[in-house]
């Protein structure tokens, strides 16, 4: 245990409603918080704020906030650090969830050491939340934080976007669907993270600790510079706060030398901020707070940009105006449409790298470079996937109808046409080179079991709808006493499993389909897609998708089909 004496001012209360209105989801604030604890004194200070502050604060909404902790089982005082945890939440009368996480049972990611026990913890705390009826979790992450976030992102690489480090709020998204971890799918997109200290230094927050008596423990591990990069750039810069020697490059770890060597020549080409290992600690978090300040500015002008170029189009694909896209002249506000444009078309999970072409440099340049090539009527076509699953085409718009060239624009191009680009999803692999790598076809699922469970479920009580995330695009939700009985019969007496109910994609869009198949025959069963939520912040209107022969798109009644993806920042 720890208390120390801080020459720094605590954070007031008022001083911190200010800090909590700043990070309100989009959403507003929900009737139950949890706050990611550790026992250290960042979360601690924190869940001591959140309860002081939801305590005094008038509101016709009962807000109840909990402690939530994971024990990773990766240290000896693992336990104890978690006993000390629940302990303090309940000095202040905060309810407390411990949840502990077994190595042993699956899902066991193959993920580097520090990657999967992030996200062994991630999950954990998102299952706590679920267990809690929680949709926002309060993390203690702190200016000294960000910094260490930035500098990081710098050692890989990363363009200024990056370096502006986390967040204030942001969606938790839909996860990464690898090992069986961090799968949140549409769950993950009606939760969220806020970090109310971003802009609190540690010494405040040790400062707050020690006016308000706040016990604490301290984690040896990460002061550790051999152990991790974040733990080595953050030895870096205490010693030269202290003025005190750093750590011999020869006692460090290859790796971790060679993305330090690194971190020095990319922040070397950031413009009017110091973010070297050399600079002082004031400087870096001068410099981390402009170019999170630089990076919600941009966000704000790639909103404005999305509203005057963007075109009404089918559902699941974006159309811009390209005459629209030239005026951006600004190249970072180019790299973060294209970005939240991938990001919203993208068949990876919402939130993912993968959704964003890896964030790669030379990925988003050769998309940029593409878009901001001024097209004429004779201009060649060329589509390109340049990653995330998304493919961009040219095409002509022309009142209410959209083509699609297939060698020169001049094969479609009349006076008054509109040329500009359309993103959507790229069609997966073939089904036989599928098979030869052992990857399952997400196009096509078998939902049969899904159905008929839940339709048991409701005879027993249970909800009388049922809900499917399809390609991590669309959500269909089935209304189980709206389907038809003998359908229901169907699937029920099925002892050869010759009937399957399955989702299958159509147009060269992929929108989602229900097909019945029966024997071998198959029978389409619904087709029609909703309208996007009215509360979407940017309601691109969506043409109506007619088939080729003018027919109306096939109602079940009983499947309700709507895009999920946000077009939204965060």
Same mark, same amino acid.
């Given at each position: 245990?720890?208390?120390? #004496?801080?020459?720094?001012?605590?954070?007031?209360?008022?001083?911190?409603?200010?800090?909590?209105?700043?990070?309100?989801? !989009?959403?507003?604030?929900?009737?139950?918080?949890?706050?990611?604890?550790?026992?250290?004194?960042?979360?601690?200070?924190? $869940?001591?704020?959140?309860?002081?502050?939801?305590?005094?604060?008038?509101?016709?909404?009962?807000?109840?906030?909990?402690?939530?902790?994971?024990?990773?089982?990766?240290?000896?005082?693992?336990?104890?650090?978690?006993?000390?945890?629940?302990?303090?939440?309940?000095?202040?009368?905060?309810?407390?969830?411990?949840?502990?996480?077994?190595?042993?049972?699956?899902?066991?990611?193959?993920?580097?050491?520090?990657?999967?026990?992030?996200?062994?913890?991630?999950?954990?705390?998102?299952?706590?939340?679920?267990?809690?009826?929680?949709?926002?979790?309060?993390?203690?992450?702190?200016?000294?934080?960000?910094?260490?976030?930035?500098?990081?992102? $710098?050692?890989?690489?990363?363009?200024?976007?990056?370096?502006?480090?986390? &967040?204030?709020?942001?969606?938790?998204?839909?996860?990464?669907?690898?090992?069986?971890?961090?799968?949140?799918?549409?769950?993950? +997109?009606?939760?969220?993270?806020?970090?109310?200290?971003?802009?609190?230094?540690?010494?405040?927050?040790? #400062?707050?600790?020690?006016?308000?008596? $706040?016990?604490?423990?301290?984690?040896?591990?990460?002061?550790?510079?051999?152990?991790?990069?974040?733990?080595?750039?953050?030895?870096?810069?205490?010693?030269?706060?202290?003025?005190?020697?750093?750590?011999? +490059?020869? +006692?460090?770890?290859?790796?971790?030398?060679?993305?330090?060597?690194?971190?020095?020549?990319?922040?070397?080409?950031?413009?009017?901020?110091?973010?070297?290992?050399?600079?002082?600690?004031?400087?870096?978090?001068?410099?981390?707070?402009?170019?999170?300040?630089?990076?919600?500015?941009?966000?704000?002008?790639?909103?404005?940009?999305?509203?005057?170029?963007?075109?009404?189009?089918?559902?699941?694909?974006?159309?811009?105006?390209? +005459?629209?896209?030239?005026?951006?002249?600004?190249?970072?506000?180019?790299?973060?449409?294209?970005?939240?444009?991938?990001?919203?078309?993208?068949?990876?999970?919402?939130?993912?790298?993968?959704?964003?072409?890896?964030?790669?440099?030379?990925?988003?340049?050769?998309?940029?470079?593409?878009?901001?090539?001024?097209?004429?009527?004779?201009?060649?076509?060329?589509?390109?996937?340049?990653?995330?699953?998304? $493919?961009?085409?040219?095409?002509?718009?022309?009142?209410?109808?959209? %083509?699609?060239?297939?060698?020169?624009?001049?094969?479609?191009?009349?006076?008054?046409?509109?040329?500009?680009?359309?993103?959507?999803?790229?069609?997966?692999?073939?089904?036989?080179?599928?098979?030869?790598?052992?990857?399952?076809?997400?196009?096509?699922?078998?939902?049969? &079991?899904?159905?008929?469970?839940?339709?048991?479920? &409701?005879?027993?009580?249970? !909800?009388?709808?049922?809900?499917?995330?399809?390609?991590?695009?669309?959500?269909?939700?089935?209304?189980?006493?709206?389907?038809?009985?003998?359908?229901?019969?169907?699937?029920?007496?099925?002892?050869?499993?010759?009937?399957?109910?399955?989702?299958?994609?159509?147009?060269?869009?992929?929108?989602?389909?229900?097909?019945?198949?029966?024997?071998?025959?198959?029978?389409?069963?619904?087709?029609?897609?909703?309208?996007?939520?009215?509360?979407?912040?940017?309601?691109?209107? %969506?043409?109506?998708?007619?088939?080729?022969?003018?027919?109306?798109?096939?109602?079940?009644?009983?499947?309700?089909?709507?895009?999920?993806? !946000?077009?939204?920042?965060?």
């Amino acid at each position: 245990m720890a208390l120390r #004496a801080i020459k720094h001012a605590p954070i007031t209360a008022k001083e911190f409603a200010n800090m909590f209105r700043q990070c309100t989801p !989009p959403v507003g604030w929900p009737r139950n918080i949890g706050v990611a604890t550790s026992g250290g004194p960042d979360s601690s200070c924190l $869940l001591f704020l959140i309860h002081r502050y939801l305590s005094e604060e008038k509101s016709e909404r009962t807000q109840r906030v909990f402690s939530l902790t994971v024990d990773h089982a990766l240290q000896p005082t693992s336990a104890a650090m978690a006993e000390h945890c629940s302990k303090f939440a309940q000095r202040l009368g905060v309810e407390h969830v411990t949840s502990k996480i077994d190595w042993v049972q699956p899902p066991v990611s193959s993920e580097p050491f520090e990657a999967a026990a992030r996200a062994a913890r991630y999950q954990a705390l998102f299952n706590s939340m679920t267990e809690k009826d929680i949709d926002t979790l309060a993390f203690g992450h702190h200016i000294d934080d960000q910094v260490e976030t930035s500098l990081l992102r $710098l050692s890989w690489g990363s363009t200024n976007l990056g370096a502006a480090g986390m &967040k204030y709020c942001r969606r938790w998204g839909m996860g990464w669907l690898k090992d069986g971890l961090s799968e949140y799918g549409l769950e993950g +997109m009606n939760r969220w993270i806020v970090r109310p200290l971003l802009d609190v230094s540690k010494d405040r927050i040790l #400062a707050t600790c020690e006016a308000n008596n $706040l016990q604490y423990v301290v984690d040896q591990t990460n002061f550790q510079p051999g152990i991790t990069l974040r733990n080595a750039i953050r030895h870096e810069i205490q010693a030269n706060a202290r003025n005190q020697p750093q750590t011999p +490059m020869s +006692m460090l770890p290859q790796d971790i030398v060679k993305r330090l060597m690194n971190l020095e020549i990319v922040a070397r080409s950031l413009r009017n901020v110091s973010m070297s290992l050399d600079s002082s600690i004031e400087e870096l978090r001068t410099g981390v707070r402009v170019l999170s300040q630089e990076a919600r500015d941009i966000d704000d002008r790639v909103d404005s940009v999305l509203r005057s170029c963007s075109i009404s189009t089918f559902p699941g694909t974006f159309l811009c105006s390209g +005459m629209a896209l030239h005026q951006v002249e600004n190249y970072d506000v180019r790299r973060a449409l294209v970005l939240r444009v991938l990001r919203y078309v993208s068949p990876n999970p919402w939130g993912s790298v993968n959704a964003d072409a890896g964030r790669r440099r030379d990925a988003i340049s050769q998309i940029t470079k593409q878009l901001w090539t001024r097209m004429t009527k004779k201009s060649r076509i060329h589509s390109f996937n340049a990653g995330g699953g998304v $493919l961009w085409s040219p095409v002509v718009v022309r009142g209410n109808e959209i %083509k699609m060239p297939k060698i020169v624009i001049s094969e479609f191009f009349s006076e008054g046409d509109m040329l500009g680009w359309i993103a959507y999803r790229a069609p997966p692999l073939h089904q036989r080179k599928l098979d030869q790598q052992g990857i399952a076809n997400t196009l096509e699922i078998d939902v049969t &079991k899904i159905i008929v469970d839940a339709y048991w479920r &409701k005879g027993n009580g249970g !909800p009388s709808t049922t809900s499917i995330l399809y390609d991590c695009r669309f959500l269909l939700t089935f209304d189980l006493d709206k389907i038809p009985q003998d359908l229901i019969s169907c699937l029920l007496n099925n002892p050869a499993n010759n009937n399957r109910l399955v989702l299958l994609p159509r147009t060269r869009w992929f929108l989602p389909s229900v097909v019945i198949e029966q024997d071998g025959v198959a029978k389409m069963l619904h087709e029609k897609l909703s309208e996007e939520p009215k509360s979407s912040v940017f309601p691109i209107p %969506k043409r109506q998708y007619r088939k080729r022969d003018g027919a109306e798109e096939i109602d079940s009644g009983w499947v309700m089909t709507q895009w999920v993806r !946000p077009l939204t920042a965060i």
